[in-house]
């Protein structure tokens, strides 16, 4: 690896330090935490006594996994608790396994509804089986704006395992209390629970007062004394018929029955109750702040309107649900998301008990979509105005149809849409180069087919470059190139990066691909980390997020399973990149052919560098400072770099010369130097704009005379330098 | 069952949305607006939407703050803005708070702080013309649609110190009064985040003063300069309609730069033919035709680009923008890639055959040089190429592109007699002339092919040329690749 060696890369840490978090962890009882939403429920989870934690990072819940790696030789290992960051979402929900015979509980994270999907075949077996230990498995539901996955809902995953499934309400005290009642649910069901962490609650901001933590009966400092063997937990038949069974005659409504007497549902009275609202937790806020703003309600949650806060959403309360109804003329349900599981349910309630009750809820809501407050009022305020009687309704249309006029009038203003800009390949990023080489190369010899992976590669499935044709799933790229190389008479060309090789590419394309013998150009890009999520430790950093020292190579990995055709390339050298991928193209009848480019990630190599190099600076060492620049006058404005560089610091100026038609080319200062722009003009003959600049900070006494000497040269030749 | 008190207030929350590009600081920005709100003593919540729209992609931050301390009970917040409800919008980029707009976040009840610094996105910058949106009617809609605008250039207003534009708008945010947020609160705020505190103080005290005298700050382009000719021209310029005055005077002066007086005549004369083909006396064909000429005619070969790499000030130049003293010594490496036909370009016609078509001269191959023009070596050898002006004329290329020359300015000619609507988009066509290398190559042959039958066409089929030439135009402004 370039640019940085294990131990490098493992010093730096993640892109997002947590030693102010880890103080906050180990507070006692009555002090006052303030900080991130996902933060809380760490600390829940040690206040609830677990004995192991595991997950695969990825938004909105990496902070989780993170500050357990950063805290876990300060607290979890004086507490005796287990911690790993799994190689995928399947290992760390198989960690899970702990809490079928042993009373431990234990808690797993990642994204959903992805990785939920891949942890399917260890959930629905733990589901058969029932934990005797409380497990939780807190989802970072990606769900909705900034999110960077299909849209879809994980109650579909409760429903079918029959796991039930918390939803919370978003206010701190009580997102911790929830949290801690998730091991009481588990434990009284025998059943593993999913707490449901929206995108914007895992960064939200906030207090409450903190518990001692807790220190698990057993653990690693007091391990479970015996191991257990008893033949109705294996998922065989007959006894995965006894486990179906129970589901059902036993373990919900065991759940429905704890969450009851815990009053883990919430209702908050109205002064009119001939109608109500029955919400999700996670969008209870968002209820109640439509209800304030159409004058039905205040800021603290004093309402008109009752409400009817799920945070148990699987399963139903049916007594509750009964209760709130009964003497209602009609409710409205908000709940985000299809298929309406929730307002299914609560139909078929209604109509079982023969209750003469109207439910309202995608009719007045969107099918589909993040239920964010505008989409939420609009809703709210067609509810009111349909079914609460007199001044409410009214008041209720009126306010909101002044805000949609405000809104309509200010919209009128706008001359033109706003330009759409998508995430992108940071500046001096390595991949970059890899798609610009692509892309010249679909220039030489026709386009072809490229399948894509997750992460940062996926960029070069947007412009500038278009690249990428198809994406399927994380690791999966060369395994989805499989039908579609032949069905275009072409080799199969997959891009994958570090993490998706270790993730599940190795296994479903790599041996998949030497099995079938695919004639398949895979291209590897090894920068050193889980970059997309934020620098995350893979089985190639070098050390695993403890600081282990672990290093497992990609080539030795793809030599074991005899792959012979590899090349490494350093990407920011363009033409030798192009050389070796035409190369690859070309050698149709060598099976798998491999090319690695393992330079770092830039903004890793940033973090390290910078401090490094103002370091240096400031101690008198000689520092050089670089960047590139385009001569202005040179550039004819044409903009072929930008269609193949697509860097962030190359952009345009319009220049005051009144020959120039179109702006030209123009560096800005947040340039790092890599050098792609320059690589790309000369790949592709651009043209002679692109110069680089290295100023010799702190220069030697031989340097600083050899540039005396260099200037008087200069302005002999008549240059001002 | 919860029994809650009845008696409702009347405040609200305090709104605010942050519209950023990822690696502008947004998040520290409201972190800064949470823990001072905290240390004052109000509730508040701050929240995001991290993951990869933060890889340079737009992206949001919203922050609510209660107004009141003190409380019996803790005010719900929420994580989303909602239309009409915003006290307040920040903008790190222009067209961000155009987005809000776009999203009804912003209403007469909004206030908004906006960088003036575009950022342009991918769309804009792919285009080979000028794909960039008009700013200056995005900036008077969001004035319109707003409560206020405040309008900050972050790149003036940091000039010559380490202040990042978040440090400086959370000054303009506090300055703004909107929040019940004291100075020293964020002073404190940004002192116990430990990071870079020194530099974002003064940021923070940018902000706070740039808000106190706010003038609104005109963000359209740079002014165009047009340079005088030698007063030995000026009887030669008066002869052309009043309103190409400036930019043939301009287009002489940049023709003696790139080869000489006689050459500036030759343009003139051009001129001239052109002139007097028109009848319309508006000048606007003649002003057409004098710049793209005068581009045209100082097109870009190889002596055209040494001397440019070797004008007297760019090393001068190149300092300033690295932001260094003139003691520091300044490595300068220049990227050429000359390929067969430029060598061959360079030469004249009958002995050009004598570069070689093998190894790196292979067509559509070319050496890759990194020349050290910051050094008097490499700066000399430019130096000498450029002294290679008097023999251009000689030059293949040279001669190509003159004979090119001519036979667009036949075309615009005879269209000139037909139609001067059409007569100028002939002239707009010379922006296929552009670029280096193979760039430069596909649109010279586009237009050959396009002037060879040109009579013809004009004859039998004027309004199908019409818009054959529209669509050449047209293509040459957009982005290649959608096509």
Redesign the interface.
């Known amino acids: 690896m370039d640019g940085g060696t294990a131990i490098e890369r493992v010093n730096l840490g993640g892109e997002r330090s947590f030693v102010k978090e880890i103080g906050k962890l180990t507070m006692g009882a009555g002090e006052e935490f303030h900080g991130e939403g996902i933060l809380a429920v760490t600390k829940a989870l040690l206040q609830s006594g677990i004995s192991y934690v595991g997950g695969y990072p990825g938004a909105p819940m990496s902070h989780l996994i993170d500050v357990f790696a950063e805290a876990s030789k300060e607290i979890l290992e004086p507490m005796g608790i287990t911690y790993e960051q799994s190689a995928s979402e399947a290992g760390a929900a198989a960690l899970l396994s702990a809490s079928i015979h042993y009373p431990i509980r234990g808690a797993v994270t990642w994204k959903s509804v992805v990785g939920t999907n891949v942890a399917s075949d260890a959930l629905s077996n733990l589901a058969s089986t029932g934990v005797t230990g409380g497990s939780l498995i807190i989802l970072g539901d990606d769900y909705g704006e900034g999110s960077s996955i299909m849209q879809e809902r994980t109650y579909t995953f409760a429903m079918k395992s029959s796991i039930p499934l918390v939803d919370p309400r978003y206010d701190m005290e009580r997102l911790v209390d929830l949290t801690e009642h998730c091991f009481g649910i588990s434990e009284a069901s025998n059943m593993p629970v999913f707490l449901n962490m929206r995108i914007r609650a895992c960064h939200l901001t906030g207090s409450f007062i903190t518990k001692e933590n807790k220190i698990a009966q057993f653990n690693t400092n007091n391990p479970v004394p015996e191991q257990r063997y008893d033949v109705n937990k294996i998922v065989l038949p007959p006894q995965s018929y006894h486990h179906e069974k129970a589901k059902f005659d036993q373990r919900l409504p065991a759940a429905v029955a704890y969450s009851k007497e815990n009053s883990i549902n919430e209702i908050f009275s109205g002064n009119n109750e001939k109608y109500g609202i029955i919400t999700q937790g996670g969008t209870y806020n968002v209820v109640m702040r439509a209800l304030s703003r159409l004058g039905a309600a205040d800021a603290f949650g004093n309402t008109d309107i009752p409400v009817y806060c799920l945070n148990l959403v699987y399963p139903l309360i049916e007594d509750e649900i009964i209760d709130f109804v009964k003497d209602k003329d009609s409710i409205l349900i908000v709940e985000e998301g299809n298929p309406n599981y929730i307002e299914t349910q609560i139909a078929t309630i209604i109509h079982a008990q023969g209750l003469d009750c109207r439910v309202h809820g995608k009719g007045m809501l969107p099918m589909a979509g993040e239920y964010v407050s505008n989409v939420v009022r609009e809703g709210v305020a067609q509810y009111l105005a349909e079914e609460a009687s007199g001044a409410t309704g009214e008041l209720a249309l009126e306010k909101n149809s002044i805000i949609n006029s405000n809104t309509h009038k200010a919209q009128e203003y706008l001359p033109e849409p706003m330009p759409v800009r998508p995430p992108s390949f940071c500046t001096g990023c390595p991949e970059r180069p890899i798609m610009a080489a692509l892309k010249i190369l679909m220039k030489e010899r026709g386009k072809f087919h490229i399948s894509m992976d997750i992460g940062c590669n996926l960029f070069g499935s947007l412009p500038p470059f278009n690249v990428g044709n198809t994406v399927l799933g994380y690791g999966l790229s060369l395994a989805s190139s499989g039908a579609v190389g032949p069905a275009l008479g072409q080799s199969n060309v997959a891009i994958m990066g570090d993490g998706g090789f270790w993730h599940n590419g190795f296994t479903t394309g790599i041996i998949n691909a030497k099995w079938n013998k695919y004639d398949s150009v895979l291209v590897i890009l090894d920068n050193g980390y889980a970059a997309a999520t934020g620098h995350h430790k893979l089985p190639s950093t070098g050390m695993t997020p403890k600081g282990t020292p672990s290093l497992l190579s990609i080539e030795k990995a793809l030599r074991g399973v005899g792959v012979e055709w590899i090349k490494h390339v350093d990407s920011y050298s363009l033409e030798e990149t192009i050389n070796v991928l035409r190369e690859a193209m070309d050698a149709k009848d060598k099976g798998l052919r491999v090319v690695i480019s393992n330079k770092e990630c830039m903004l890793a190599l940033q973090r390290r560098e910078k401090p490094a190099k103002a370091a240096a600076l400031k101690a008198g060492q000689t520092v050089i400072k670089e960047k590139f620049g385009v001569d202005e006058e040179v550039c004819t404005g044409d903009h072929s770099c930008m269609r193949l560089s697509g860097c962030p610091s190359l952009t345009l100026k319009k220049s005051n010369d009144p020959l120039k038609e179109t702006p030209t080319a123009h560096v800005d200062e947040t340039c790092v130097a890599c050098g792609n722009c320059g690589e790309v003009a000369h790949a592709a003959q651009l043209c002679p704009s692109f110069f680089k600049a290295q100023a010799v900070q702190n220069p030697s006494m031989v340097r600083k005379l050899s540039s005396k000497i260099n200037r008087a040269m200069l302005s002999m030749l008549g240059a001002q330098s | ?13 305090i709104c605010i949305l942050v519209g950023a ?3 502008q600081g947004g998040g520290v920005l409201v ?1 800064w607006l ?1 823990d001072a709100a ?1 240390k004052a003593g109000y509730h ?17 931050y ?1 922050f609510e703050l ?1 107004p009141e301390k003190n ?1 019996q ?13 915003l006290d307040l919008m920040v903008a790190m980029e222009p ?2 708070a ?2 809000a ?2 999203r ?1 976040f ?4 909004t206030t908004v702080i906006s960088a003036t610094d575009r ?16 700013i200056v ?2 900036v ?3 004035q ?3 409560k206020k605008l405040v309008q900050l250039d972050l790149t003036a207003l940091s000039k010559g110190t380490n202040a990042r534009g978040n440090a400086i708008v959370l000054g303009a945010i506090i300055g703004s009064g909107i929040l019940p947020l004291t100075k020293d609160e964020c002073r404190d705020s940004i002192k116990s985040k430990n990071v870079a505190v020194e530099s974002n103080l003064a940021g923070f005290e940018i902000g706070l003063k740039a808000i106190q005298n706010n003038n609104s700050v005109n963000s359209s ?6 340079e005088k000719a030698p007063s030995a021209f000026d009887e030669k310029i008066t002869l052309f309609p009043e309103n190409a005055h ?2 043939i005077s ?2 002489i002066n ?1 023709l003696i730069d790139y080869q000489n007086s006689d050459y500036a005549n030759f343009y003139l004369e051009r001129l001239k033919k052109i002139h007097n083909a028109t009848n319309s006396s508006d000048g606007k064909l003649v002003s057409e035709v004098a ?1 793209h000429l ?2 045209w005619m ?1 097109f ?1 070969d190889v002596i055209r ?1 040494a001397q ?9 130049r ?2 300033k ?2 932001n ?1 003293n ?1 003691q ?10 000359p ?1 067969r036909e430029e060598f061959m370009g360079m030469l004249p016609k009958s002995i050009s055959w004598l570069i070689p078509n093998v190894g790196k001269l292979k067509k559509g191959k ?1 050496i ?1 040089l990194h020349l050290p ?4 070596f490499g ?2 050898m430019l ?1 000498i190429l450029s002294s290679f002006r008097p023999f251009r004329a000689k030059s293949t290329q040279y001669k190509e592109e003159q004979k090119i020359i001519e036979l667009w300015l036949a075309a615009i000619t005879a269209s000139a007699n037909v139609n001067e609507d059409l007569a100028c988009q002939t002239a707009a066509l010379a ?1 296929l002339a ?6 430069r190559k596909s649109g010279l042959d586009k237009l050959i092919s396009l002037f060879n039958d040109w009579d013809a066409r004009l004859e039998s089929d004027k309004n199908g040329l019409s818009i054959e030439v529209d669509q050449h135009i047209l293509l040459a ?1 957009s ?3 959608a096509t």
């Open positions: 069952m919860n029994k809650v008190n009845k008696i409702k207030s009347n405040v609200r929350p590009l990822g690696g972190d949470v905290r508040a919540q701050g929240t995001s939407t991290p993951g990869v729209a933060q890889r340079t992609g737009a992206t949001t919203y209660f409380l009970k803790t005010p719900i917040f929420t994580f989303f803005p909602g239309s009409d409800d067209t961000e155009g987005r707009i776009e009804g912003v209403t007469k009840f950022v342009y996105s991918t769309a804009e910058k792919v285009s080979a013309g000028d794909g960039r949106i008009n009617p995005v008077d809609a969001i319109k649609a707003s382009d740079p002014d165009l300069i047009f400036l930019i301009h287009g940049r710049r005068a581009r100082s870009e680009v440019l790499k070797t004008r007297p000030g760019r090393l001068a190149i300092r923008d690295l260094i003139d520091i010594p300044l490595k300068v490496t220049d990227y050429f890639k390929g070319g890759s023009t910051g050094s008097a700066y000399g130096k922006i552009r670029g280096y290398g193979p760039v402004h982005n290649p690749d």
